[in-house]
């Protein structure tokens, strides 16, 4: 039984202090291991040689406050919806949301190199945390991944933050419909109007 307990402080530790490497915040770690924020915060200067970051975690709505915040965050949510599946409605892997963060990061690396209008203003990139909220929010249906109906839109994926808002798109404000892989499937073999 000893054994026992002290396999799985041993797993809770290893756990800790690989999201604190990632970057998660001591909330999302006390979560998922069970530890208390002292004893996360302690592990933080001892692993990473500096403090825990401090504060609450973002709202999905401060993810998306400008257009172009919103379309980094539904970029986040597609790409973490192609590497889950429809699992993500169910729950929040804390390493699914790394893969996919690691993608992200890619994608948006390869963006930024892209030559831009001097008056577009690109956002910082999300980090973890708000790609944690993201998943949460996903998962809890607060938030809503999904697709503009107009075919001949380039803008495919959105997210929208609060289920009191109509599903519409951002760019030409055609209703939407929730992302699953069952709706995938059926637009990817649909073809545009008008071509």
């Known amino acids: 039984m000893t054994n026992l307990h ?8 290893a ?23 002292g004893a996360i915060r302690k592990l ?5 040689g500096k403090p825990a970051t401090p504060g ?9 406050i400008s257009w172009g915040r919103c379309a980094d965050a539904a970029l986040f949510a597609g790409i973490y919806h192609e590497v889950g599946g429809d699992s993500i409605y169910r ?26 209008c001097q008056r577009d203003e690109r956002p910082k990139i999300l980090d973890i945390n708000h790609a944690w909220v993201i998943a949460r929010d996903l998962r809890a249906r607060t938030a809503v991944l999904a697709v503009c109906s107009d075919l001949s839109c380039r803008y495919h994926n959105l997210l929208v933050v609060g289920s009191h808002k109509k599903l519409a798109c951002a ?8 992302i699953s892989q069952a709706s ?12």
């Open 171 to 178: 760019l030409c404000q055609a209703p939407a419909r929730p």
């Open 6 to 13: 002290a396999e799985d402080r041993y797993n809770r530790l």
């Open 91 to 116: 729950n929040v892997d804390l390493y699914l949301v790394l893969d996919a963060h690691s993608i992200y990061q890619i994608v948006r690396e390869q963006i930024d190199q892209m030559p831009t």
């Open 44 to 48: 933080c200067w001892g692993i990473l």
């Open 184 to 195: 995938q499937r059926a637009i990817a073999f649909q073809l545009p109007r008008g071509g």
């Open 15 to 37: 756990i800790a202090v690989e999201l604190l490497r990632n970057g998660y915040r001591t909330r999302i770690i006390q979560a998922e291991t069970g530890m208390t924020a």
């Open 56 to 64: 609450l975690l973002p709202e999905a709505s401060s993810v998306t």
